[in-house]
């Protein structure tokens, strides 16, 4: 996976949420690299920016990725009867 073939897919706050959605990606075929903001690595800080993870997928599959992450907020919102609370 090449750089210069990588776009950015969302910019998520904290490793936690980054790793589970490379999981999700990586389950469908998608090939993620993370791309940590230095200072909230090494401090373990999520606040201001400090923490903010980019999710990085090959170009070529940004559209289907992107479906990845919609149906997984389609079935999340039909966990609680869909009426938004």
Do not use: C
């Amino acid at each position: 996976m090449s750089e210069d073939d990588l776009e950015e897919l969302a910019a998520l706050e904290g490793g936690i949420e980054a790793e589970i959605v490379k999981s999700k990606l990586e389950s469908f075929g998608i090939p993620v690299l993370l791309r940590y903001e230095a200072a909230g690595r090494i401090f373990g800080i999520t606040l201001d920016g400090l923490g903010k993870v980019r999710v990085m997928v090959p170009r070529r599959l940004l559209a289907e990725a992107r479906q990845v992450l919609a149906d997984k907020a389609d079935h999340a919102g039909s966990a609680d009867g869909g009426n938004g609370g």
